[in-house]
């Protein structure tokens, strides 16, 4: 079945960039998403990419997709303590209809 | 325009309890989808429905269900609670079932005792 993978854990300084990386599995994804959830809260939308993009910027954030290696990244220019939270990659497919598959989840710690 | 509304937000029911969760889409929103999460098994997939009719299922067992309304309100219900029930239960909306961007509400706390 369907599989996102992603690192638990990643620590950086602030004003350092951070990069967060997923891996997919399933080569019919159509969209790939990022999401932010912060203690206590539910999942914030930060950025989507369509499949057929390579790239995508939004302010200080940059999305990367490489279809080839169903690999995507997310850099965070400038990182802030209030940065600090969990990262969910997501994809779905047309096929998947409203489901999405999350991966595990990417904890950053951003120190001062 | 008012984002995705859940209520209760928290709630502590007892082992065998049933429980009825209640979530409002961003106005205009004809899909809703439900989510658990919980810390050993990530976010995983409960349902979906657009226009009153669930168009996707997750590996739940039947104890879970839900239902949307015309106004594409949507409850959820979980029946015979089980310790394993504490989760989080998200709910996400979109305009339609093609993968449209989905906006998540805050969610609601249940524990089980």
């Known amino acids: 079945g369907e599989d996102v993978e992603q690192s638990l854990f990643l620590s950086v300084r602030e004003g350092d960039s951070s990069v967060i990386n997923c891996t997919y599995t399933?080569?019919?994804?159509?969209?790939l998403y990022w999401y932010k959830q912060e203690p206590g809260a539910g999942l914030q939308l930060l950025t989507y990419?369509?499949?057929?993009?390579d790239m995508k910027q939004d302010q200080r954030l940059t999305v990367l997709l490489n279809k080839k290696d169903k690999h995507l990244s997310l850099r965070i220019a400038d990182t802030q303590t209030g940065d600090s939270a969990i990262y969910f990659c997501a994809e779905t497919s047309y096929n998947q209809g409203g489901k999405l598959i999350f991966g595990q989840g990417t904890e950053l710690s951003v120190k001062p | 325009k008012a984002g995705v509304t859940q209520t209760p937000r928290y709630l502590i029911k007892t082992r065998g309890q049933q429980v009825t969760l209640s979530c409002s889409p961003i106005?205009?929103?004809?899909?809703v989808s439900w989510y658990q999460q919980t810390p050993g098994q990530g976010l995983q997939f409960l349902f979906e429905?657009?226009?009153?009719?669930?168009?996707n299922k997750g590996n739940f067992p039947g104890r879970f269900s839900g239902r949307q309304f015309s106004n594409s309100r949507s409850e959820m219900n979980v029946s015979t609670l089980e310790l394993g029930d504490s989760a989080l239960y998200l709910c996400a909306s979109s305009l339609r079932t093609d993968g449209e961007t989905q906006y998540f509400g805050p969610g609601t706390r249940l524990l089980v005792l």
């Open positions: 990419i369509f499949s057929n993009m």
């Open positions: 399933d080569s019919s994804s159509t969209y």
């Open positions: 106005s205009g929103h004809r899909s």
């Open positions: 429905y657009f226009s009153e009719t669930q168009r």
